[in-house]
Structures are given as structure tokens and as C-alpha cells.
């Protein structure tokens, strides 16, 4: 069946970045794109981009342009999110979905001085 | 300010029916399939309608979803107190910025 494990909860201060990663199986990695979205706390979804599974190709959400890069590995079947100058908005719980409507189990990324 | 509109909050007692709308535009709903989610407390969000108004396998069949022009709707029949959680809509808009999935702000469902 369909998983996407992802990486554990990361602590970060203001400025710094952070890299999630979410690791995939139970169907052909490069037949489909992964979508990252997060959730503050108590907020609603919000879509950062996608990344496709076969050729890399990105499309970011234009409030993230700049500031994020995802990547896959073909090899490990992994996707990652890489969101740099972190700021304490940036705090929230963030997914990876994948085909099917699967989601991750989420990561919580804290931005804290 | 989302995208797409819900309500934020709806109510039902045990048995009875209820629907969620979102509303949208012709850069969205108006021209590509919307997807519902529910969310447990803590938990990550489910798929329960894909491609406008198809359930996913194990999704029961008192979920329903249906579209007609920039809107949509899901609804939710034989309530049940397990189905107290907070649904989104969700569906790609195409618009001059590029194209960007979108969601609606969430409707908190609560069983009375």
C-alpha cells in the first residue's frame, strides 16, 4: 500500500533553515509529483508547490519562492523540502502528499529563539 | 483570506444530514475537480471526495460531494459523532500567477 513516511520534529531558531524529508513506497516513484502543504497552529492548509517524481520540475506557490527548494531522490524514492530564513510564522505541521490523496503523517517544525 | 470560501462552522444531530459548501471562481472550481478532506484533532487530513463527487475505497457512502458551476458541496448524511472534524475543499486554480493548489479555510463540523 501507499506510505509516505516523513522525517521527525526540528527545532529551529530564526534565520536558520530547515530540510524535511519524506520517504516514499508502495508505488512508482517517478509516475507522480509530491505536493507539500503545512498547517499552522490552529490555521487552516496552506499549498507551498509541488515537484514532480519523474523529471524534478517545481512549482512553488508564489509565497514561497525564494525561500524554498524541494528535491527528490529516484534512488531512495524520498522527497524533501528545504525552507530557508526561517521565521516564528513559519512554525507549523508540514505534510507531504502524494498520489492517491495520501498524505504524510506530518512534521513539526518550530521556529523559537 | 482563502481562495476558496466554507462556512466556518456547521451542526447536526446524530442521524440527520448536513452539507458544507465552498465556493470558488471560474479560475478554479469552474474549471478543474475538487477534492474534500477531513481532519481529525492531531491527525492528518483524509481524503474523502476526489474528482468533484468519487469516494476513495473504505470512505463510506454517506459522504457525497457535487459541483455546479464555481461551487461545491459536501454532504454528509446519517450523521455520526466520529464525523465531528474539520473538512476543507481543495482544488487547483489556474490563474495568472501560475498554477497553485488552493484550499478553503475549513468548516469545523459539530455533532450535537
Known amino acids: 500500500q501507499v506510505q509516505l513516511v516523513q522525517s521527525g520534529a526540528e527545532l529551529r531558531k530564526p534565520g536558520a533553515s530547515v530540510r524535511v524529508s519524506c520517504r516514499t513506497s508502495?508505488?512508482?516513484?517517478?509516475?507522480?509529483?509530491i505536493s507539500w502543504v503545512r498547517q499552522a497552529p490552529g490555521q487552516g492548509l496552506e499549498w507551498m508547490g509541488w515537484?514532480?517524481?519523474?523529471?524534478?520540475?517545481?512549482n512553488y506557490a508564489r509565497k514561497f519562492r525564494g525561500r524554498v527548494t524541494m528535491t527528490t531522490d529516484s534512488f531512495t524514492s524520498t522527497a524533501y523540502m528545504q525552507l530557508r530564513s526561517l521565521r516564528s510564522d513559519d512554525t507549523a505541521v508540514y505534510y507531504c502528499v502524494g498520489p492517491h490523496g495520501y498524505w504524510g503523517q506530518g512534521t513539526l517544525v518550530t521556529v523559537s529563539s | 483570506q482563502s481562495v476558496l470560501t466554507q462556512p466556518p462552522s456547521a451542526s447536526g444531530t446524530p442521524g440527520q444530514r448536513v452539507t458544507i459548501s465552498c465556493s470558488g471562481s471560474s479560475s478554479n472550481i469552474g474549471r478543474n475537480f475538487v477534492y474534500w478532506y477531513q481532519q481529525l484533532p492531531g491527525a492528518a487530513p483524509k481524503l474523502l471526495i476526489y474528482?468533484?463527487?468519487r469516494r476513495p475505497s473504505g470512505v463510506p457512502d454517506r459522504f457525497s460531494g457535487s459541483k455546479s458551476g464555481t461551487s461545491a458541496s459536501l454532504a454528509i448524511s446519517g450523521l455520526r459523532s466520529e464525523d465531528e472534524a474539520e473538512y476543507y475543499c481543495a482544488v487547483w486554480d489556474d490563474s495568472l500567477s501560475g498554477r497553485n493548489w488552493v484550499f478553503g479555510g475549513g468548516t469545523k463540523l459539530t455533532v450535537l
Open positions: 515537484i514532480s517524481g519523474s523529471n524534478g520540475e517545481t
Open positions: 508502495g508505488y512508482t516513484f517517478s509516475s507522480y509529483g
Open positions: 474528482r468533484d463527487s
